[in-house]
């Protein structure tokens, strides 16, 4: 069991800035985030407000209550912008939605047919802004507004320039979460004109001889403090490598660089709970030995495998190099040759899908790939499966190891980011160990910690059965998380360089 401290911080006035939330839509994690950290603040006593656009998307945005019908100002420019703020409900957390027809009344969030719409840098940098805009005309003064990605890294620059002088900001401080490096929000000058303060910045520029300001950089400089979504992954941010070219901007900032590791929503992925499972299990042997049994057979069933008792593996992702795929193409032959059932549960690069669709004609007996996006299905993966596979080329935080810890499914992962921080690699700590872990980003790799996961399920069942209910003891609670973030909100948490390894269990 993970023990935090708790924070000793006062209510705080919490603007949560996020492009996308859970509960009103959703393309990746981010809403998860957006959805239960706020939701988890508001437990704890503070008041806390979702900002996010008014998409098309939004199911219920028709029955949004209209607080504010107004524009936006911009310096230089004597044409200013209308939006409306109107507000939704999600859960206990009161959602701001801005409604602005030219920027967000769009079949897609951020693109369409994999192709970003051209104007995204104008629409998120309208977006940050009129989040700022917006505070004092519904007296909303935020002690804190955390922002999160590229979408809402303008929010922090506009508060040390444009509103460096505003009173009403005075006592304001941003924080920016780094979900996914990778996605700098990079745009040429163009698309900025309604933040003519960018035009005086060059160092925000990429250094690639263009024109081009990235909104992640203009976050990391101007926040008062830079968290990612695991202690491991902020570490990673200060190398070449794990920065994705931005090593220097989070090196600069590493006296205020934080790793907090994301909540899961036991609600939503408990055995105990689930709706979408065959047979519902408690952590005890007998419950867990039941439930496993009957939740491996319906899986199988499923995805027209055998009904063998033998050890199944699932992986649950996009198709993605992001995700490790190309380390498991080379390794899935090999390893099938062994008396084993694999479900790959995903959709993506279609080169991928057809590279997956030939091992599963030739290994059809053992391997099932289901090319789709399935949620009650990833939870009968989660549930039905033994091992979990992530051989992620780098993870910011990860969920489907956390998940899989909680059904007894014990992950085998690479050790990056959050996978690194979550998961307890057998071969080094054998106690408390709920998992195996692999450094080397190579197929090979893979295949040791896969084959050595098989010689324990087949030839030591106690002590597999023993790391199972070490991985279902493993909790990471939004409450939790919350916690530390009101101790880095406050100060009183530790940056990421002085904190301390990982330990559960």
């Known amino acids: 069991m993970v023990t935090r401290k708790k924070s000793n911080s006062k209510p705080q006035q919490i603007l949560f800035v996020a492009s996308e939330v859970d509960g009103l839509v959703k393309t990746g994690g981010l809403a998860d985030v957006a959805k239960s950290l706020p939701a988890a603040l508001k437990e704890l006593g503070h008041d806390v407000r979702v900002v996010m656009p008014l998409y098309r998307k939004v199911p219920n945005g028709a029955e949004a209550v209209e607080l504010l019908d107004t524009e936006l100002q911009v310096p230089t420019q004597p044409q200013a912008v209308p939006y409306k703020v109107k507000q939704l409900q999600n859960g206990d957390v009161p959602v701001y939605t801005v409604d602005a027809p030219v920027y967000f009344d769009r079949p897609e969030l951020y693109a369409e047919n994999n192709e970003g719409y051209r104007d995204n840098g ?22 804190v507004v955390h922002c999160n990605d590229w979408h809402t890294g303008l929010v922090p620059f506009l508060l040390k320039t444009r509103y460096a ?3 009403f ?25 309604l933040i003519p303060e ?34 491991n992954y902020a570490k990673e941010l200060l190398t070449e490598i794990g920065s994705h070219g931005m090593a220097s901007d989070f090196q600069h900032r590493s006296g205020v660089l934080y790793g907090i590791v994301n909540g899961c929503d036991y609600g939503d992925w408990s055995p105990e709970t689930d709706p979408y499972i065959k047979q ?56 099938l040759v062994n008396d084993v059932q694999i479900v790959l549960v995903g959709s993506g690069d279609p080169k991928l899908a057809d590279a997956l669709r030939e091992i599963s004609a030739d290994f059809s007996d053992k391997f099932a790939f289901i090319e789709a996006y ?30 899989s810890l909680a059904y007894g499914t014990l992950p085998i ?24 872990i692999f450094d080397a980003p190579t197929p090979e790799a893979l295949l040791i910690k896969m084959q050595r996961s098989l010689l324990l399920y087949c ?47």
Request: hydrophobic content about 40%; glycine content about 6%; overall charge neutral.
């Open 413 to 436: 992962v690479r050790g990056v980011g959050g996978l690194k921080d979550t998961v307890i690699d057998y071969d080094n700590t054998p106690q408390v160990a709920t998992g195996f």
């Open 459 to 505: 030839q030591r069942p106690q002590e597999f059965k023993r790391l199972q209910q070490n991985a279902m003891a493993c909790r990471f609670e939004w409450k939790d998380a919350a916690e530390q973030y009101l101790r880095m909100y406050s100060g009183e948490e530790e940056p990421v360089l002085e904190k301390k390894p990982f330990e559960c269990a």
């Open 280 to 335: 519902r299990f408690k952590a005890n042997k007998v419950s867990l030995a039941r439930g496993k049994k009957a939740c491996k057979r319906d899986l199988q069933q499923q995805v027209n495998l055998p009904l063998d008792d033998v050890p199944l593996y699932g992986m649950v992702c996009r198709l993605t190099e992001q995700k490790g795929i190309q380390y498991l193409l080379p390794a899935l032959r090999d390893f």
């Open 122 to 143: 104008e629409r998120f940098a309208f977006f940050s802004a009129v989040a700022l805009d917006m505070c004092a005309k519904l007296g909303f003064k935020p002690d």
């Open 165 to 167: 002088d505003d009173t």
């Open 374 to 403: 399935d949620n009650p299905l990833a939870h009968c993966v989660e549930a039905g499966s033994d091992f979990f596979l992530m051989p992620s080329q780098f993870e910011p935080c990860g969920l489907n190891q956390i998940y």
């Open 169 to 193: 900001y005075a006592d304001t401080k941003s924080v920016i979460t780094i979900h996914n490096a990778v996605f700098k929000g990079t745009f040429n000058y163009d698309q900025y004109s």
């Open 198 to 231: 960018l035009i005086q910045k060059r160092y925000l520029q990429l250094e690639d001889g263009a024109a081009n300001i990235s909104m992640l950089k203009a976050g990391v400089a101007f926040a008062d403090k830079v968290n990612a979504v695991s202690p």
